[in-house]
């Protein structure tokens, strides 16, 4: 028996199901992302702007880097640049 009673069986299992809601999460926020480079918008005096060009450029000037931020998946990057974000002195 595992932490709380379970077998590693079941934690092992939990894990496997974990890493693929992350990888789902993660996937769905890119095609978010790129979806949005293809979504019309209304500018300033109220047209609606079809234009590839300028959707991109409207979409990297707004909520281009809160959506990249979003989809990054924390613990690969904590894992890359060895961060640990749990402390060592918590119960």
Not at 7 to 21: A, K, V
Not at 64 to 85: C, G, K, N, R
């Amino acid at each position: 028996m595992g932490a709380l009673g379970h077998s590693r069986n079941q934690l092992s299992n939990c894990i496997i199901s974990w890493q693929g809601y992350c990888i789902t999460f993660v996937c769905r926020l890119l095609s978010d992302i790129a979806l949005t480079f293809r979504t019309t918008f209304v500018n300033k005096n109220g047209w609606i702007v079809a234009d590839p060009r300028q959707i991109a450029v409207n979409y990297l000037r707004t909520w281009f880097a809160v959506d990249l931020v979003a989809a990054l998946p924390v613990d690969t990057i904590s894992h890359l640049f060895h961060i640990d974000f749990v402390s060592k002195h918590t119960l």
